[in-house]
């Protein structure tokens, strides 16, 4: 599990592709390193990524072709910069919400509005997800806990990012067209289709 608050963004070094597999490479700052082994779970871009190898501060992870057709992993190449956070332990402070890794799919940037220090986002995503996203509500994009800005049934919705956010993630650096990993919140996912569950049942045994 991870909190959803990306430590900072750190450049790929290495990418080699096979049949179905990505390998690549991810160099860390030696903090971000430090008591990392083998077999542990890092977010990268939003997707967890589990550590296959580790030389110094480099760290390398494979992604498979499930990861690699749902996420924008597929488009990784060397020199790109990805946005990283290590596993939350017990204790940690959650600044953000739960966020699993588990990448839903992608959304489209098609809008992007800088004005002064901030910079705003318009996402499109499937209209099928919009009824888990709601204003105020809680997103993972990128793997950065984010909080729903407005949204439109068109399947649409606007993020606000502060100077941090723009500082620590590749967010402000968007263009239309980009895509960006997605992860519904899980508990607004399952509220709802816990309620559209109980509704549909009492429906039909009242022979609606």
Not at 3 to 20: A, H, L
Request: net charge negative; aromatic share 4%.
């Amino acid at each position: 599990m991870y909190t959803g608050i990306t430590r900072g963004t750190f450049e790929v070094t290495q990418v080699e592709r096979k049949p179905n597999l990505l390998t690549y490479e991810v160099e860390l700052s030696r903090a971000l390193a430090e008591g990392l082994e083998p077999g542990a779970s890092v977010s990268i871009d939003g997707v967890c990524q589990t550590v296959v190898s580790l030389s110094g501060n480099r760290v390398t992870f494979d992604a498979i072709q499930e990861t690699l057709d749902l996420t924008t992993l597929d488009s990784l190449r060397q020199g790109d910069r990805v946005a990283v956070e290590r596993s939350s332990r017990v204790g940690d402070e959650i600044g953000g919400h739960d966020v699993a890794g588990h990448v839903i799919g992608t959304g489209q940037v098609v809008e992007v509005r800088h004005e002064g220090d901030v910079c705003d986002l318009r996402i499109s995503v499937p209209k099928k997800w919009m009824k888990y996203i709601f204003n105020k509500g809680f997103i993972a994009v990128e793997g950065s806990s984010m909080t729903v800005g407005e949204t439109d049934p068109a399947g649409n919705f606007d993020l606000h990012l502060i100077p941090e956010t723009l500082r620590l993630t590749n967010l402000g650096k968007k263009a239309c067209g980009d895509r960006v990993n997605i992860e519904l919140d899980a508990r607004t996912v399952a509220i709802v289709d816990t309620v559209e569950r109980v509704v549909e049942q009492r429906f039909e045994r009242e022979g609606r």
